[in-house]
């Protein structure tokens, strides 16, 4: 499986921005897309993951803001980004994986076996 990650950039505090994941080759056995960010001098942190059934979960400091989706037609995940703020500041990585269910397991980064190259988003003040 191939991830890549696009959509970052430089975007003003309160203002949105869009990320896309797409993925490719094995896709059929993905089980959980997720989206993690890592700000300079900070540990990798989950943001968001939704299942092959649909179902999302969403770290509680980004509910309200951040909305993960997918097109299963485009082996795609999306994540809207709104009210963003300077704290928002990091890379921002999409992870897969083929075994992975229950929530425990879904927002912990080293349960994902694939990773995109991640892709910066910049929130000025």
């Known amino acids: 499986v191939q991830l890549q990650a696009f959509g970052g950039g430089l975007v003003q505090a309160g203002g949105s921005l869009r990320l896309s994941c797409a993925a490719s080759?094995?896709?059929?056995?993905?089980?959980?897309m997720g989206w993690f960010r890592q700000a300079p001098g900070k540990e990798r942190e989950f943001v968001a993951a939704?299942?092959?059934?649909?179902?999302?979960y969403s770290a509680d400091s980004m509910k309200g803001r951040f909305t993960i989706s997918r097109d299963n037609a485009k082996n795609t995940v999306y994540l809207q980004m709104t009210s963003l703020n300077p704290e928002d500041t990091a890379v921002y990585y999409c992870?897969?994986?083929?075994?992975?269910?229950?929530?425990?397991?879904?927002?912990?980064?080293?349960?994902?076996?694939?990773w995109g190259q991640g892709t910066l988003v910049t929130v000025s003040s």
């Open positions: 992870a897969a994986d083929e075994t992975l269910s229950i929530y425990s397991d879904v927002v912990e980064s080293a349960n994902y076996h694939y």
């Open positions: 080759g094995r896709t059929l056995s993905i089980t959980v």
């Open positions: 939704i299942k092959r059934s649909g179902i999302t």
